[in-house]
Structures are given as C-alpha cells and as structure tokens.
C-alpha cells in the first residue's frame, strides 16, 4: 500500500453516545482516513455497531468506517455482507469490514450464539469470507456448504459501490496465515502486540501471501493504538511529543510496511485527535512521501473548533529536538504536566457527576424523590463552583509567578505568554457562565442541558489550552528549572 490511512478507533458507549458521535464527527472534520468501532455484542453498556456506524455515516462526509473487528460468531456471515453493502450503498461507498474470529466465547454463548474451539473458529471465518464475496458478487443464485455455515440458493445483493475490503483481525499464526491468503486487510492492537510482535506478524502474513501467490504489500495493514501524548519524552512506545510518535510509526511503516494507524484516543480524546490528526500524520506521511521519492501531500486544513481561544492566532516558538531533559530539568517540565493532569481529572470527575445528575434528573419520581434531585442540583453547584475556585487560583499563580519568571529568563516566550494570559481571561468566562447555569439548574430541572453544554464547551477549552502551554512552555519551565 502507497498511501498511509490515519483514523479513530472509538469505544461504542451507551452512556456517552453524544461524545462517541461527536469523536466521530471530529475525526471526519480533521480529516482522517478511518472511523473504526469496537464490536462486542455482549457488551450490555455498549452500542450495537452497526447502528453506531449507520448513525456516524449520516453525521459525516468523507471518513471512511469499519467495525474493528465484526464479531463473527453474533454476526451471520450472509446477514453481515448484506449490512455491509447496505451500508456501503447509503455512505457513498466509506466502508470496510472488519472480521475477527471470535473470543469471550462465556460471553458469545450467553447471547445464543455457538461455541467454537480455536480451530473451529478460524474454519468458520474462512467460510464467513467465501459466504460474504459470493454476496457481493454479480450473478446466479448461490450456493454453499460449508461445516459452519450454508447458502441455498441466496441471491446477491445488494452490491457495494466500491470494493469493500475484508480485514481480519488476527494476532496467531493460523489466522494470519489466512490473513496473507485471503484477506485484502489486517488489523492488530498495540494493547495485544508491541511492535516487535507486530513485526513478527507482518512477516508471517507477507510469507503466507507469498505463498499464495499474492503480493504482500497489497494487503492493508492497520494497527490500533494507544499511547501518550505529552511534551515529555519517554522510555516506551508513542510515550511521548507527536515528533517521537511520527518517528516511531514512521519505522513501522518501513519495517512491518504498516499503512494503518487508527488511535484509541485517551481521557483528553479531542486533543488527542486533533494533535494525531493535524501533527503525526503529516509529519509520518511527509517521512513517508520522501523515502519513496514522491512528494509530500497537501496538510488538512485545521478547522477552528474553539473560536473563543482563537488557535489559529497562538504564537509558536521554535520547535526543539525531542530528546529527554536531565534530570534536574525534566521534574519541573513534569511537575508542569501533573498540575494539568490534576486539573483534568476534576474535571473529568465534574462531567460524570453531570451525566449522574441528569440521568436521575430525566429518570420519573415520586414526590419524596424531588427533593433528592434538588439537593443533586445544589452539589453539582458546589462542585462546580469548587473547580472554578481551584482553577482560578491556579491562573492567578501562573500570571502573577510563573509567566513573568519564564519571560525575565527567556524574552523570546513573552508573545505565547501574553497569548495564554488572554486565554485564562476567556476560560474565566466559560466558568461563569457554567455557575449560572449551575444556579438556573436549581430553579429549572430542564437547564441540565445548558450545565452538560458548558461543561463540554470548558472541557473542550481547557484540554486546547492546557496542551498549547505544555507544547510551548513545559521544555522552558525544565530549562529554566522554574518552580511551579
């Protein structure tokens, strides 16, 4: 494969079905390759995927969808391939198809569907692909017997508008085998398989295409990742700034010829979007571009997603080598980082306690239960009112203290600091306004809405602001060994 594909690999969570649909809408927005959705049918507090898919497919443009990976043994195959180019078909032909074999096999035999052995499993896949093609595939009725799975006479149809590719998951030699046979894709996890292992893998499935006559590089291969984004370097894989993670997926690329990389994102999920987005893949498809001697592709335009702050707007400094501090440098540029890092999990802590808020608050009551809700209401207040206190004080510091240590030591920051000073005025007004919706909740139960919005709309600016101070300040504060 030429091309590199970026994408997203989302949670399908019932209870934060909004911010699954709004990840989603992101990801199109930021312009990457792939939406990919978890598949465990199972999963009481998780969506159905297809239903998932079909919703995400009507909110977006371009991004491409994939179940990641369908679970096999819930899904009939013919069922499957009909779904598949239904979807397909209503996308504008932005779908492949993910399939694994099939685990938690406790969990599938609850929902009714047939124990298999690993063997079996792997036998029923092959077939579920044969099954699936022939569907896809113009022509007579079909037939097909198979020790798992049977056609008698099904029709095809309908037909996909483009080639949908069938990308196994698979991390076993057996099924990778199948994969370099048969597939058109792979998809593995870094939470299963290192790099190294994912080498070793590669290897296998280019073997076994090899074998089959096939050309190893014209199967996908698509890794699934998770990681840390933070301005500090560190021992492991993608621990670290987004020039470590575009060096170190860029060796993948050449090592393992990976041409996939669809990121997990973590607890800050927008941030870790848009800098995966707007920053790694470019950088790994400009690497890329210019080992093979072709030229680079034209960057995504960035979208502005949070106008108050103006991003567009931030000074830059000059980037520095992305190599560790000294110790003595590093602690304060990691102290920088642990102060925010405390200020997202209160928050965090602020939206799960709305969520809680307004599921009881939709949920009907007796009239002894009102009063619960009310007394809900006031400690969202307070709880809010709390974090508004704790993040005042902290910006207070940092514009009395540390901004004017940073700049008496180093001119050079003096535009990013009178940038992030403006900022804090801006997230100082997000949090007013979230008190007063706070308070108008008390009065109006119906206001929970606008607290789950301002709640959004701060965590949305904080996780921007707190990423550009760390991206622009956190090197300097260890380089200048400022106290915080």
Not at 245 to 262: C, I, Y
């Amino acid at each position: 494969m030429e091309d590199v594909w970026f994408g997203a690999f989302l949670a399908p969570e019932a209870a934060g079905a909004d911010r699954v649909m709004r990840h989603a809408e992101l990801a199109d927005r930021l312009g990457l390759d792939l939406v990919g959705v978890q598949d465990h049918p199972y999963q009481a507090g998780f969506l159905d995927s297809w239903t998932l898919l079909a919703s995400i497919a009507q909110r977006t443009e371009r991004v491409r969808l994939v179940p990641d990976v369908a679970n096999l043994p819930l899904r009939p195959p013919a069922v499957l391939a009909r779904a598949a180019a239904s979807l397909d078909v209503l996308s504008g032909g932005r779908v492949e198809l993910g399939l694994g074999a099939g685990a938690l096999w406790d969990a599938i035999a609850a929902m009714g569907g047939r124990r298999l052995s690993p063997g079996e499993s792997i036998d029923a896949l092959a077939e579920a692909i044969t099954v699936i093609r022939a569907l896809w595939t113009p022509g007579d009725p079909v037939t097909f017997s198979g020790a798992h799975h049977r056609l008698e006479g099904a029709r095809p149809g309908p037909f996909p508008p483009h080639p949908i590719g069938i990308w196994i998951g698979a991390t076993r030699r057996r099924m990778l085998e199948l994969t370099g046979r048969t597939a058109d894709g792979w998809l593995t996890s870094s939470f299963h398989s290192p790099p190294d292992a994912v080498t070793a893998q590669a290897k296998i499935i280019d073997t076994a295409a090899e074998n089959a006559g096939r050309d190893p590089a014209s199967i996908r291969k698509v890794y699934n990742l998770c990681g840390s984004l933070s301005p500090l370097r560190g021992a492991g894989f993608l621990d670290g700034p987004a020039a470590l993670w575009a060096e170190q997926l860029t060796e993948l690329v050449f090592e393992a010829g990976m041409s996939g990389f669809v990121l997990a994102p973590g607890v800050e999920a927008e941030r870790d979007l848009r800098v995966f987005a707007e920053e790694v893949a470019p950088a790994v498809r400009e690497a890329v571009a210019g080992e093979r001697g072709r030229p680079a592709p034209e960057p995504v335009r960035r979208p502005v997603l949070i106008p108050d702050l103006d991003e567009a707007g931030r000074p830059r400094t000059a980037e520095r080598a992305p190599g560790p501090l000294p110790p003595g440098q590093a602690r304060p540029c990691r102290r920088l980082v642990d102060v925010h890092d405390g200020y997202r999990a209160q928050l965090r802590q602020v939206r799960d306690a709305v969520e809680q808020v307004a599921a009881e608050t939709a949920a009907p009551h007796p009239d002894g239960g009102r009063l619960a809700v009310r007394q809900n209401h006031w400690t969202l207040g307070v709880f809010c009112a709390t974090f508004r206190r704790l993040l005042t004080v902290h910006h207070e510091i940092e514009n009395d203290r540390t901004f004017p240590a940073l700049t008496e030591h180093d001119p050079a920051l003096e535009s990013v600091v009178k940038k992030l000073e403006q900022e804090h005025e801006v997230i100082a007004e997000l949090l007013a306004r979230l008190d007063r919706a706070c308070a108008e909740l008390i009065a109006d139960p119906a206001r929970i809405d606008r607290v789950r919005a301002g709640v959004e709309r701060l965590s949305q600016a904080l996780a921007s602001h707190f990423a550009y101070e760390e991206e622009e300040l956190a090197e300097a504060v260890g380089r200048l060994e400022i106290g915080l």
